[in-house]
C-alpha cells in the first residue's frame, strides 16, 4: 500500500524568504507520481505541481519546484519569495494505479503562515 | 476548458436524514470522478470513484453510496446521516491517464446536528 508522510504539521516563513515543506512516500510500485495541492481558508484544493517516478529533472512550476530524491523517497516542496497569499495548508499526495482507477493518497498537509 | 461544479455549498441536516450531494463536470467526456471527505483538519480520505457509468468502487465502508447517471454527474448519497458524517466533500476529475492530475470541486461542507 501506498503511504504518504508530512512531519511538519505547521511552518512558519518571512515574506519574500523560502521555505521547504517536507514529504516523504511508501510504495513498492516502480511507476508512480507525486503531487502537491494547496488549500486555502476557501477549501478549494489547487493543484500546484507534479513529479512523476521516471521524470530525471526536478519540477518546477513558477514560485513551486520539488526537490525530488527517489532513493531517500522524498519529494519536498520549495517555496521560494513567499507571498502572504502563499498561507495555506499544503498536501503531499502519491498517485497509484489499480484496479482501472488512478488513485490518490493524501498525506495530513502542513499548514504554512507567511508574516511580514 | 473543463470546470467542474459541486452544490450545494453548504448544508446542515439533522441525524438520521438523506443526503444528496451533487457533483457535474463540463468540458470533457468520461472522466474518472472521485469523492473525497475531509474531516476537520485532516487530509482527504478517498470514498468512491468511478471510471465509467455504472462502474463505481467503494474505498470505505460505511453508511454512504455513489451513483453515477450521467457521464459527467456523479452523486454521494445517504439514507441516514450519522454525526459522523459531518465534513468537507471534494469531488475531483481526471482524464484518467498516467500521472493525470485530479482537479477538484470547490466542495461542499456538511454539519450534521
Known amino acids: 500500500a501506498q503511504k504518504i508522510t508530512q512531519t511538519q504539521p505547521g511552518m512558519f516563513v518571512q515574506e519574500k524568504e523560502a521555505v521547504t515543506l517536507d514529504c516523504t512516500y511508501d510504495t513498492s510500485d516502480p511507476s508512480y507520481g507525486l503531487f502537491w495541492y494547496k488549500q486555502p481558508s476557501s477549501g478549494e484544493m489547487i493543484f500546484l505541481i507534479y513529479?512523476?517516478?521516471?521524470?530525471?529533472q526536478n519540477a518546477t512550476e513558477g514560485r513551486y519546484s520539488l526537490n525530488f530524491q527517489k532513493a531517500r523517497k522524498s519529494a519536498n516542496l520549495v517555496i521560494s519569495a513567499s507571498q502572504l497569499g502563499d498561507s495555506a495548508m499544503y498536501f503531499c499526495a502519491i498517485h497509484w494505479i489499480t484496479g482501472g482507477g488512478n488513485k490518490l493518497t493524501f498525506g495530513t498537509g502542513t499548514q504554512l503562515k507567511v508574516e511580514l | 476548458s473543463q470546470t467542474i461544479h459541486q452544490w450545494p455549498a453548504t448544508l446542515v441536516q439533522p441525524v438520521g436524514s438523506p443526503l444528496s450531494l451533487e457533483c457535474t463536470v463540463e468540458?470533457?467526456?468520461?472522466?474518472?470522478l472521485y469523492w473525497y471527505r475531509q474531516a476537520a483538519g485532516r487530509g482527504l480520505q478517498l470514498l468512491f470513484y468511478?471510471?465509467?457509468?455504472?462502474?463505481i468502487s467503494s474505498e470505505v465502508p460505511q453508511n454512504l453510496s455513489a451513483s453515477r447517471p450521467q457521464d459527467r454527474q456523479f452523486i454521494l448519497s445517504s439514507k441516514k446521516l450519522l454525526l459522523s458524517d459531518s465534513g468537507f466533500y471534494l469531488c475531483a476529475w481526471t482524464a484518467g491517464g498516467p500521472g493525470d492530475t485530479q482537479y477538484f470541486g470547490p466542495g461542499t461542507r456538511l454539519t450534521v446536528l
Open positions: 513529479q512523476g517516478s521516471y521524470d530525471q
Open positions: 468511478s471510471i465509467g457509468i455504472d462502474q
Open positions: 468540458g470533457t467526456s468520461n472522466p474518472n
